[in-house]
């Protein structure tokens, strides 16, 4: 511990400050401005600074290995504090959900998006059985530990869940703080964006919540009710959602895309 | 010190505690460069002090199942249980939700990510060995999620007269 690990704080508190001064800054995507919030400075700047290159000297030190693997290892402590936080949105909004609550539930379904625009994606650009692990969901710990099940991670689905896996990790928090607001543009409710922000990923759900804030702040305490009570939806619907619809679906799509690979193939 | 990081929900106290004091820096720094975003007063105090008390409950519920029958209550992860320990407590009293809500949101959501863009550092190298294509496929399935709970969430609050 020690001293490389007051280094690690001191880095922290530098890092922080220097987001927060960055600020929020609105950028062109195409014709549509994005406003881009300090927490996507912050993880820009680690994940620079983290590159091997950098890390030489003082940044060894606070790149130590015990420093990274202490921020991984506790990471989901680090974000307890947010989850707590959560509670505080959702009561005050606890009625009006659980009355609209089949709609939290209808949207849960949709998660079997991944499946249904990533697999065609997957097939196409002659991808086979790590399709199957890269477009069961977003590649969580829940798809990371059923793959590894059911077909072990040292497999072509194994190595495609973890492809996704490591994928997400990086960029999976600026992916949706730029994408969730794009979709705002186009003409989606951001009740509906709200709702759609708990996917499952503590981090990319504040990410895209809070993008959405930003965007809409009048609708703050909406928009984190919304997001935190679909994201505990996830949680306790998730698993069954992805067994019992994702994995059925995502194995019919397969059995019937590459079938008619075949077909084409002995036509031609 | 060393005897005491053994007890595991010391050492979990003393992190979420760290994590409650980089949120109270960054709330303090935010205002600096922003003089309208929420300033820290007596109320954000009490609003970390009650996150740390939920944060505990919930590890504390979480470590008791791990020895539960039942996998789905095993595995529920200790971020759901702290939730629903907040949201509860929150629908309890109203106190509970004035003070965790004179804790800015945003000023929680940059140490988490500062702390995840560490946790990633050595990560990096490990997309050498993933393909291009998983990638490209990547921000399908992404998209793929949010478009299509959003559309379910769309047509549902339609139908719900919202």
Not at chain 1, 225 to 236: D, E, I, M, P, V
Not at chain 2, 25 to 31: A, C, E, P, S
Not at chain 2, 138 to 146: H, K, Q, R
Request: proline fraction near 3%; aromatic fraction near 12%.
């Amino acid at each position: 511990m020690k001293k490389n690990f007051i280094y690690l704080i001191l880095f922290a508190l530098a890092v922080i400050t220097a987001a927060e001064m960055i600020g929020f800054q609105s950028v062109m995507v195409g014709s549509f401005s994005i406003g881009l919030l300090p927490l996507v400075f912050a993880i820009i700047i680690t994940m620079v600074l983290g590159l091997n290159l950098f890390r030489k000297g003082f940044w060894k030190k606070v790149y130590s290995k015990e420093n990274v693997d202490f921020a991984g290892k506790y990471l989901i402590f680090i974000m307890l504090p947010l989850m707590a936080r959560y509670g505080a949105d959702v009561a005050p909004k606890f009625g009006e959900i659980l009355q609209i609550g089949w709609v939290f539930i209808a949207q849960e379904v949709g998660n079997l998006g991944t499946v249904l625009l990533g697999l065609p994606v997957a097939l196409l650009l002659g991808l086979r059985r790590e399709a199957i692990g890269a477009t069961l969901g977003i590649g969580r710990e829940g798809e990371l530990a059923y793959i590894s099940e059911k077909y072990t991670l040292d497999s072509d689905e194994g190595r495609g869940v973890l492809s996704l896996y490591i994928i997400g990790t990086l960029f999976g928090t600026i992916f949706f703080s730029i994408f969730a607001p794009l979709l705002l543009h186009f003409g989606f409710s951001i009740e509906a964006l709200a709702m759609a922000s708990g996917m499952g990923s503590g981090s990319m759900m504040s990410a895209s919540s809070a993008s959405l804030v930003a965007q809409v702040p009048e609708m703050e305490s909406t928009i984190l009710a919304y997001a935190s009570a679909s994201q505990l939806l996830t949680s306790f619907l998730g698993t069954f959602t992805m067994v019992f619809l994702a994995a059925p679906l995502q194995q019919l799509m397969y059995r019937l895309f590459v079938r008619g690979d075949k077909h084409a193939k002995h036509a031609a | 010190m060393q005897n005491m990081l053994r007890n595991s929900y010391i050492k979990y106290g003393l992190i979420i505690l760290l994590s409650l004091g980089l949120i109270l820096f960054t709330q303090f720094i935010k205002h600096l460069k922003n003089p309208d975003s929420m300033a820290v007063t007596g109320m954000t105090l009490a609003g970390l002090i009650v996150l740390w008390v939920f944060s505990m409950i919930g590890i504390l519920i979480s470590e008791k199942l791990k020895s539960s029958p039942v996998t789905f209550i095993r595995e529920f992860p200790v971020l759901g249980w702290v939730s629903i320990t907040s949201l509860v407590m929150c629908l309890i009293s109203d106190f509970f939700v004035q003070a965790i809500q004179a804790v800015d949101f945003l000023s929680i959501t940059t140490p988490i990510l500062t702390f995840a863009g560490i946790s990633v550092a050595n990560r990096l190298v490990d997309l050498k060995n993933t393909s291009w294509k998983v990638a490209i496929v990547a921000v399908f399935v992404f998209s793929g999620t949010y478009i299509g709970s959003t559309l379910m969430a769309q047509i549902g609050l339609m139908l719900a007269g919202r």
